[in-house]
């Protein structure tokens, strides 16, 4: 009999979960927009209840009501129920008994109403109104997270059951189109390279050295002669070699050379998605905050207009809306490479402007590595002060891949390194290292 999965959480769970924090979004985003777009209208109240539940709590928790009520809007009757946590202790209804109360409401669509005392801003207070700004956002987050984990549980046990699909290619790309010992490109069909002279090192040599008869694709040993064929493309000897695909030697950096495949990896590609979320979660934010701060100053403060907040704190989300569309949309583009043409360092001043204190000017260094891609393209990196590290780290010559989903750069040539940058959270890592120690992902190596 199969064993249960003590780790999966049952279904009836996460349905609750996800239904309790979408009701608690719905409440705040509907409180708070009766309480800024809301009509009133006089409306019934059929049904009520009072229940002491503590002599001893707070403002508005000593009781729970539960109310039930009707009203009529654009020709149309609606009904409404609520319960919340209040002091009052009205006598319960008799039967077809009804008492009015003012009710809120929205125009556009009246199914979405509350008894106006629980929209009203100066009634409820500014922790409530806090609160209800603040909920959304916070449930947001947990469904994000509910929703992350159950993926990487669901991700967890693919992987698990297809090892074999996992596993890294330490295979290096381009081998073949730049020279293995300083980098230059190579043109199709090169023996030698005209920079350094060093002999091309050919996947399958097509003609056997030794007696010159061609030799078929894949084939390990000459159909003529019999002499093993290596991938250098000279002759070895006549014994059976078994290919292998060259493998990164982390203890050293003879085989630092050309650009890494590991950007493919599985484990890569779940972190750029982890990334890009991340991203939109604080795009999300920056666009909410002044969306919901501005009309809340508005409200709170006498001397900032609620008209006013209602056109600057909109006006800000959409600015930053747009930035943050803008920088997702850079890491859609794909993978460039390039050479490293020049670098300069600029002596630069800037303005601190000091309320009550008179003008300063404060100057730094900025520093400049010009970059020329293969397409013709120019592309700048510009650093400042103390944050030069790839102005440090690539030489003029250097040629370089730019990884668009993480914003980083990869040298071709890391042979004569000590060090190497992560391209997922760019922290500098020993050569040696095969993983990042801050974010343990994989190097580009």
């Not at 002091?87 to 003012?102: I, N, Q």
């Not at 293995?180 to 005209?194: I, Q, S």
């Not at 040993?221 to 493309?233: K, L, P, T, V, Y």
Request: aromatic content about 10%; overall charge positive.
């Amino acid at each position: 009999m199969a064993r249960k999965n003590k780790n999966k959480v049952p279904l009836p769970i996460i349905l609750i979960i996800y239904a309790v924090l979408l009701f608690s979004i719905y409440t705040s985003l509907s409180t708070l927009a009766l309480g800024i777009w809301g009509d009133s209208v006089m409306g019934r109240v059929d049904s009520y209840d009072s229940r002491l539940d503590n002599t001893d709590g707070g403002v508005n928790r000593s009781r729970t009501i539960s109310k039930g009520y009707y009203f009529s809007a654009n020709g149309k009757k609606y009904k409404g129920y609520v319960i919340y946590s209040s002091d009052e202790a009205w006598p319960r209804l008799k039967e077809g008994e009804t008492r009015s109360e003012k009710i809120s409401y929205l125009s556009f669509f009246p199914y979405i109403n509350k008894p106006a005392a629980l929209t009203d801003f100066s009634e409820m207070g500014e922790v409530a109104i806090i609160y209800h700004l603040l909920s959304p956002i916070g449930s947001f987050f947990l469904l994000h997270l509910v929703t992350s984990t159950l993926r990487k549980k669901k991700t967890s046990n693919i992987s698990k059951k297809k090892v074999k699909e996992t596993q890294i290619s330490h295979k290096r790309s381009d081998t073949n189109m730049f020279c293995h010992n300083c980098g230059e490109k190579l043109p199709e069909g090169a023996l030698f390279c005209a920079s350094c002279g060093t002999k091309v090192l050919n996947d399958k040599p097509s003609t056997c050295t030794f007696c010159g008869e061609s030799i078929p694709d894949n084939a390990e040993f000459c159909i003529n002669c019999g002499q093993a064929i290596s991938n250098d493309g000279n002759l070895g000897t006549n014994q059976s070699v078994d290919y292998q695909e060259p493998k990164i030697n982390t203890e050293s950096t003879t085989n630092l050379v050309g650009f890494s495949d590991r950007y493919r990896s599985p484990e890569i590609l779940t972190a750029a998605k982890e990334s890009k979320k991340t991203s939109m979660g604080c795009m999300w934010i920056m666009v909410l905050l002044p969306l919901l701060g501005f009309p809340l100053a508005g409200l709170l403060m006498d001397d900032f207009p609620l008209g006013e907040a209602l056109v600057i704190g909109p006006g800000i989300a959409l600015i930053m809306l747009v930035i943050n569309l803008f920088a997702l949309s850079r890491t859609k583009k794909p993978i460039w490479e390039g050479t490293v043409v020049n670098k300069y360092s600029k002596e630069r001043s800037e303005h601190n402007r000091t309320e009550g204190e008179s003008d300063t000017y404060s100057t730094y260094i900025e520093f400049t590595t010009v970059i020329t891609t293969d397409s013709g393209k120019k592309k700048t990196i510009v650093e400042k002060n103390s944050g030069r590290h790839m102005y440090d780290y690539l030489s003029v010559g250097d040629r370089v891949r730019y990884h668009p989903k993480f914003g980083t750069y990869e040298k071709y040539d890391k042979s004569k390194d000590r060090i190497i940058y992560c391209n997922v959270c760019s922290m500098m890592n020993p050569i040696r290292n095969d993983r990042c120690k801050r974010c343990n992902n994989l190097l580009f190596k």
